[in-house]
């Protein structure tokens, strides 16, 4: 990781695009400084009883951006380098993403500073319920419904939702998200953020005229998002050729069976050393060429730095916030077609927005209905940013910033300004 990509403030970059898309917009500057700024902010810092019975203290964050359209909504990320300026960013990107796709949601996000890899199961729950007790304040089915991010799971959500209900003293499925099926989970739902970006991959595709069946795949990031994109986009025909976690990446122009990589890092703990490869670092992947590559990572990862050095005809944003404003620029003067963050990995939350609303009404669907659902979703926004793009000579990711800034400032003036 270089210097450039340390020192990238991701609430800057997400102010910035804001900034660049507002510029097509007539705002007024009261809901223009409103909207670039945060609505609602919690810093926790919280005792956690460790297995050796000592006692650790974090800092944790929930952080509301915007609830002009409905309840906030976002993930809860567990990572020892995460900072409150990432979870303002990330926050605002929810909200700019649940109204690209046209969700009634506005955008939260939430975090603790931790280290889950050196944490036991026991310490990790001790931890989630914890923290969980301390922004309840905040959450709520109706009011902020979070969900999984990196380092959280299932199970982490499951934990809270329990929690959330010993407190409330009746069971309350809907407070989160990306539960397990037994306790009110969507099918679909771990699939579905890594579904979308495929979606919209193969519909960047049909505009480049890039048959899926010779196209060639890299993933950055073979995490639940980028491991379901890739055998995704390998059972659609296109042919996988590197991937790369946090220890470095495998590569093999003939191609790699996902699956079978999913399954070698399950066992090892990483794709590194995977029979049949070659090692890559993940600058050295941005790098390949190929027709998609999909950055699923973290942020900051496709910069002004090594924008120029990027040869894939499409970047499909599978990570929130993967490249910045500087990058965005070369990689438009370079006609690289970039699907913006806030469309393409948007299957996560729809398809959490599906399972709320299975939630609040006991009433579940099959997966066939979920993902089919989803695909229509996916592929009716892509078309209208795609189409908004075009009119305004924007690239999309301008255009998917317009789209959503719009509807926010619309739900906004409608409701009128609370004395």
Known sequence: MNDAIEKANPFEIAQSQFDRATAYLDLKDGIRKMLRQTHRE???????????LSVEI???YRVQHNNARGPTKGGIRYHPDVTLDEVRALAMWMTWKCATVGLPYGGAKGAVVCNPQTMSTRELENLTRRFTTEISLLIGPEDDIPAPDVNTNAQVMAWMMDTYSMHRGNTTPAVVTGKPI?????????????RGCVVTALEAMKIRG???????GVVQGYGNVGSVAAYLLHDAGARIIAASDIEGGVYNP?????????????????????????????????ALKCDVLIPAALENQITGDNADRVQARI?????????????????????IFVIPDILCNAGGVTVS??????????????EKQINDRLSDIMIDRFATVHHLAREKKVDMRIAAYILAIEQVNRATLIRGIYP
């Not at 919690?42 to 050796?52: C, Y």
């Not at 003939?254 to 993940?282: C, K, M």
């Not at 709320?356 to 579940?364: A, G, H, I, K, S």
Request: negative net charge; charged residues 25%; proline residues 6%.
């Open 315 to 335: 970047v499909a944003e599978g990570a929130n916030g993967p490249t910045t404003p500087e990058a965005d620029d070369i990689l438009a003067e370079r006609d």
């Open 254 to 286: 003939q191609g790699l069976d996902p699956r079978d990589l999913l399954r070698h890092a399950q066992e090892t703990g990483s794709v590194i050393d995977y029979p049949g490869t070659e090692f890559v670092s993940n600058a050295e992947l941005l």
């Open 58 to 60: 974090f800092t944790g």
């Open 42 to 52: 919690l810093i926790v810092n919280f005792p956690v009883e460790m297995d050796d």
């Open 210 to 216: 890039i048959n899926p069946e010779e196209a060639t």
């Open 182 to 194: 037994e306790i009110g989970g969507s099918l679909g739902r771990e699939e579905a953020t890594g």
């Open 353 to 366: 927005y599906f399972e709320w609303v299975q939630d609040l009404q006991q009433f579940f669907w099959s």
